[in-house]
């Protein structure tokens, strides 16, 4: 149901890439100063088990649009999402919204060996089916950031005239140019929708930061002195470790700060333009980074750093409507249930074709799933990445289960371990859990079509 008893409402998803959910002052880094986002989970919901079911950014986009899961929709690195695929501005759409992307897309299968993926150029008939698309393939480079696309009416800072196919570097620092952009266009919205009484919209704001080469702009990265970050515990004490690991967080805290001060200019836009209470803001990340947890850095591991991320929805309502409507905080929201979620938010039907759960009314008493599915489809075998295929789960009562193919590899109690400091896998003391939690996976693989060899147990 909708606040005040509107029928529709808007929604602006904002996402960065790498961001794991450790990595913000509400939940508990000590590091890292976020006091926009934690206003926006102090007056929302702040659902801190949620993840990314396939921790890379092409799987995990995909999933995330058109809520499917990745071996059936994107299974790895630099593949593109079936162009046939419905996603959720086709769902959108359908009722009435107006819908736009801005930032990463990373989705149309071109590879970085063919040429930067920021030169690529994603053929209109693969946007997604978003009414407004400027975006690109991928970037590594923050302030050499390219977008195109076709030049929407409201966007005021595009050197290109309205209507036209635009392929133009991003002003300055990208997070800051892409927010720009962000705003132009909630700004448009607040001014069509004093005009018509009836504008409503889904908007996607994707930027590349926190993901390395960790670079903010140099007031950011200023406030943050490597040999003073306070490194996770479960962070090796070997010199190699962790002089990587304090080096890139000292970036990366720094991204994440940038962020946080452009979620506050998100903020102010939508109050500026007459939007403010009725538009949800839903912030999270495509995935973690390790970050020399457990010796290791980057993505494509199943731990916690790589798997855990933001999911946080908030906005102009006050918490007790998020308390007595929306979402559960202690649901485990996976990548393919972000869409639905996102739809029921807005009291919009969910499609037949979406693989994902509506988490957004935990008062219907309806029946969700007791855990998340995790899956490594198609390995990337970059450095500092897991080099073989792995399929897991996340149980709501904190049960971590993973196996690598016909071999059961780690299980961690995360009440009592969140650091993930004792693996009972292969502890007999605790075979009882470990059939039921592989009784748990096994029925994931086999409800979603995936083909896994599992091992066996007598």
């Given at each position: 149901m909708s606040h005040a008893g509107k029928q529709k409402d808007n929604v602006i998803w904002i996402f960065g890439d790498q961001h794991r959910a450790q990595a913000l002052g509400v939940n508990g880094d000590p590091n890292v100063h976020t006091p926009n986002i934690d206003l926006l989970a102090a007056m929302g919901r702040n659902c801190t088990r949620a993840m990314a079911g396939m921790p890379l950014c092409c799987p995990f986009r995909g999933s995330l649009l058109a809520s499917r899961y990745p071996h059936e929709c994107v299974p790895g690195h630099e593949y593109q999402m079936p162009p046939e695929l419905p996603t959720i501005a086709t769902a959108f759409r359908e009722h009435g919204y107006h819908t736009a992307y801005l930032g990463k897309w990373h989705l149309d299968g071109w590879k970085e060996k063919d040429g930067r993926a920021a030169m690529h150029i994603v053929p209109p008939e693969r946007r997604g089916g978003f009414d407004d698309w400027l975006g690109f393939e991928n970037n590594n480079a923050q302030y050499d950031s390219w977008i195109h696309g076709r030049v929407p009416e409201w966007a005021e800072s595009c050197p290109y005239p309205k209507g036209e196919e635009c392929h133009y570097r991003l002003p300055g620092y990208e997070t800051d140019a892409l927010t720009d952009l962000l705003i132009n266009f909630i700004l448009h919205a607040g001014e069509k929708s004093r005009e018509t009484g009836g504008f409503n919209f889904f908007a996607a704001l994707s930027v590349q930061p926190p993901h390395n080469p960790f670079v903010a702009p140099p007031e950011y990265m200023s406030a943050h002195n490597p040999t003073e970050i306070e490194l996770r515990k479960n962070v090796p004490d070997i010199d190699r470790v962790t002089g990587e690991a304090r080096r890139g967080l000292a970036g990366y805290y720094a991204q994440i700060e940038n962020l946080d001060w452009n979620v506050g200019?998100?903020?102010?836009?939508?109050?500026?333009?007459?939007?403010?209470?009725?538009?949800?803001?839903?912030?999270?990340?495509?995935?973690?980074?390790?970050?020399?947890?457990?010796?290791?850095?980057r993505k494509m591991s199943p731990l916690e750093e790589s798997i855990r991320i933001p999911f946080i929805v908030g906005g102009g309502y006050e918490r007790d409507i998020y308390n007595a409507y929306r979402i559960d905080e202690g649901a485990v929201i996976n990548h393919v249930d972000i869409a639905p979620t996102t739809l029921g938010l807005c009291g919009l039907p969910v499609p037949e074709w979406m693989r994902g759960t509506d988490y957004s009314d935990c008062r219907s008493g309806k029946k969700t799933p007791d855990s998340a599915f995790l899956q490594s489809v198609i390995p990337t075998l970059h450095g500092d990445s897991i080099d073989r295929s792995w399929r897991g789960v996340v149980t709501r009562d904190n049960w971590k289960y993973v196996c690598l193919e016909g071999q059961p590899w780690l299980m961690f109690n995360l009440a009592e371990d969140p650091f993930e400091q004792a693996n009972l896998a292969h502890n007999t003391r605790f075979a009882a859990k470990r059939k039921e939690l592989h009784q748990e996976l096994?029925?994931?693989?086999?409800?979603?079509?995936d083909s896994f060899e599992l091992p066996h147990f007598a």
């Open positions: 200019r998100i903020r102010q836009a939508l109050s500026e333009a007459g939007l403010g209470e009725n538009t949800h803001l839903i912030f999270f990340s495509d995935h973690g980074e390790m970050l020399g947890s457990h010796g290791q850095f096994e029925s994931w693989i086999v409800k979603t079509g």
